[in-house]
C-alpha cells in the first residue's frame, strides 16, 4: 500500500510543500484527502444521509483542502471518469453557501493560491500581510509546474464556471435542491 497522500501526482507534490511550510496562502489548509464525514450531507442539508443513491452521488465530491478560515473548502469533482484526476474541476463549497467552480483543474486552483487571498482579490495593499511562506511557494510552483501567480484571477474563475458551471449544476439537481445548483451558476466572486 502506498503512504502518498491521495492518487494524483500533483496534490502529493503540493502535500510534500505544504507539510514543511503550510502557510502558503491566506485561509489554505490542507486536510485527509477525501476525509470521510458528513460535510457534504450537511452543507447540502440533505435528509436521507444514508440512502445508497445519494451516498454515491456524494462519492464523486473528493474535499482535500480548507479554502478560508471561516470553513469553506475545497473538493475535486468527479464529472468523468478520466484517468487524469489533476484536470478535475475543483468547487469551493463556502462557509455562506456559496458554491462555485473556481477552477478547471489542480494547476489553476495553483495560480489561485499564488494570489494569497482567500478571494483571489489581486494586491489591495496588504502586501505586509502575506502568508508567512508564500514567496518560497512562489519559487516552488515556478520551479514545480512553471506556473505563476495570474494577471487576472477572475479569468481562470470565469473560464472553469464556463466550462463545468452547466454540468455541475445540471449534476446537483439530481440529488439537490434547484437553489443551490442554480446559484452554480452565478459565480459568488
Same mark, same amino acid.
Given at each position: 500500500m502506498s503512504d502518498a497522500y491521495s492518487p494524483i501526482p500533483e496534490l502529493n507534490l503540493l502535500r510534500e510543500f505544504y507539510d514543511r511550510q503550510p502557510a502558503i496562502s491566506d485561509g489554505f489548509e490542507m486536510y485527509e484527502y477525501g476525509q470521510p464525514d458528513d460535510a457534504f450531507v450537511h452543507w447540502f442539508d440533505i435528509p436521507g444521509a444514508r440512502d445508497p443513491e445519494l451516498a454515491g452521488h456524494l462519492a464523486r465530491l473528493v474535499? #482535500?483542502?480548507?479554502?478560508?478560515?471561516?470553513?469553506?473548502f475545497y473538493a475535486l469533482w468527479r464529472c468523468d471518469d478520466r484517468a487524469d484526476l489533476a484536470t478535475l474541476p475543483v468547487i469551493r463549497f463556502g462557509d455562506e453557501g456559496d458554491l462555485d467552480v473556481i477552477a478547471s483543474g489542480l494547476r489553476e486552483l495553483f495560480r489561485l493560491l499564488?494570489? +494569497? +487571498?482567500?478571494?483571489?482579490?489581486? !494586491? !489591495?495593499?496588504?502586501? +505586509?500581510? &502575506?502568508?508567512? !511562506?508564500? %514567496? @518560497?511557494?512562489?519559487?516552488? /510552483?515556478?520551479?514545480?509546474?512553471? /506556473?505563476? &501567480?495570474? @494577471? !487576472?484571477?477572475?479569468?481562470?474563475?470565469?473560464? %472553469?464556471?464556463?466550462?463545468?458551471?452547466?454540468?455541475? %449544476?445540471?449534476?446537483?439537481?439530481? #440529488?439537490?435542491?434547484?437553489?443551490?445548483? @442554480?446559484?452554480?451558476?452565478?459565480?459568488?466572486?
Open positions: 474535499p #482535500f483542502a480548507q479554502a478560508s478560515g471561516s470553513g469553506s499564488a494570489v +494569497d +487571498d482567500e478571494w483571489y482579490m489581486l !494586491d !489591495d495593499g496588504a502586501a +505586509d500581510e &502575506r502568508s508567512t !511562506d508564500h %514567496a @518560497d511557494y512562489l519559487v516552488w /510552483l515556478r520551479r514545480t509546474f512553471g /506556473l505563476t &501567480r495570474p @494577471d !487576472d484571477p477572475q479569468a481562470i474563475i470565469n473560464t %472553469a464556471t464556463a466550462e463545468y458551471g452547466c454540468q455541475f %449544476a445540471d449534476w446537483l439537481r439530481q #440529488f439537490a435542491s434547484a437553489e443551490i445548483a @442554480d446559484s452554480v451558476l452565478e459565480p459568488s466572486f
